[in-house]
C-alpha cells in the first residue's frame, strides 16, 4: 500500500510565477490536508478537502492561494503570484479515521 | 492564539534513559491526540494516538499519557535510542463543528546522546 505522494520534492519560482502542488492520498483515504512549515516553525494547517469538497479552509490566506480535490486525480494546491515570504516546505496529509499520514513534502523556494 | 502548546524547543536524554515530550492544550472539546516524529527533510512520521476517553496508551518503547483536567498529554520513550532523535510533534483533532481539523503543536527537538 503506497504512501501519500507529493511532487514535486522540490519547486523553483520566480517572484509572480504560479506554484502547482500535487498530492495523491493513500489508497482508500478521502480526507487530504494541507498544512504549510516555515523555517524553524510548526505545522501550519492550511485547508481541509474531502473529494469534490473544501470542508475547512480558515489557514488559508485569502488571496492566491486556493486548493482542490476532484474526483479523479491527486489534491492541487496552486499558488498564484508567488512572493518571497511563500518560500516554505508544504505538506499533505491523507486520512480515513482518526489517523493522519504524511507525504514527504514539497520545499517551494521562490527567487 | 495557539490552542496547541509545546513550551520546551529542545531536550537532550542520555541513551539509555526516559525521554517525557510535553505538550498543553487549552480547548477541551479535543476529541484526539496524536504524536508524530519528523526527521529533516522528511514529511512527519505518525507515532502513537491516544483518544480523549482515555488516559493512557502504550505502543512498544512509546506510551501517551493524557490528563484531561490539566489539559496537558505527554509522550514517554524508555529506552531513549539515537535514532529517537528528531523533532516530535503533537497534535489534536477539533472533533467540534463537524470539522475534522488537527492543530499541531510548534515542535520539541529531541536530542538521545550516545
Known amino acids: 500500500n503506497a504512501g501519500v505522494m507529493q511532487n514535486p520534492r522540490h519547486l523553483v519560482r520566480r517572484r509572480g510565477q504560479e506554484a502547482r502542488l500535487r498530492c495523491s492520498p493513500m489508497?482508500?483515504?478521502?480526507?487530504v490536508y494541507w498544512y504549510r512549515q516555515l523555517p524553524e516553525e510548526g505545522l501550519k494547517f492550511m485547508v481541509y478537502?474531502?473529494?469534490?469538497?473544501?470542508?475547512?479552509e480558515s489557514g488559508m490566506p485569502k488571496e492566491r492561494f486556493s486548493a482542490e480535490f476532484p474526483k479523479e486525480g491527486p489534491s492541487i494546491l496552486r499558488i498564484q503570484q508567488v512572493v518571497r515570504g511563500d518560500s516554505a516546505a508544504y505538506f499533505c496529509?491523507?486520512?480515513?479515521?482518526?489517523?493522519?499520514?504524511f507525504g514527504p513534502g514539497t520545499r517551494l523556494t521562490v527567487t | 492564539d495557539q490552542q496547541v502548546k509545546q513550551n520546551s524547543p529542545s531536550l537532550s536524554v542520555q541513551e539509555g534513559r526516559i525521554s517525557i515530550l510535553n505538550c498543553d492544550y487549552t480547548?477541551?472539546?479535543?476529541?484526539?491526540f496524536l504524536w508524530y516524529k519528523k526527521y529533516p527533510a522528511e514529511g512527519p512520521t505518525f507515532l502513537i494516538s491516544?483518544?480523549?476517553?482515555?488516559d493512557k496508551n502504550e505502543d512498544g518503547r512509546f506510551t501517551v499519557f493524557l490528563n484531561k483536567s490539566a489539559k496537558h498529554l505527554s509522550l514517554h520513550i524508555v529506552p531513549s535510542q539515537p535514532g529517537d532523535s528528531a523533532v516530535y510533534f503533537c497534535?489534536?483533532?477539533?472533533?467540534?463543528?463537524?470539522?475534522?481539523?488537527?492543530?499541531f503543536g510548534t515542535g520539541t527537538r529531541l536530542k538521545v546522546l550516545a
Open positions: 489508497k482508500g483515504h478521502s480526507h
Open positions: 478537502l474531502q473529494k469534490e469538497n473544501i470542508i475547512d
Open positions: 496529509a491523507s486520512s480515513e479515521g482518526y489517523e493522519q499520514y
Open positions: 491516544i483518544s480523549s476517553i482515555k
Open positions: 480547548n477541551s472539546m479535543f476529541d484526539y
Open positions: 497534535a489534536a483533532r477539533g472533533g467540534y463543528s463537524g470539522t475534522y481539523k488537527y492543530i
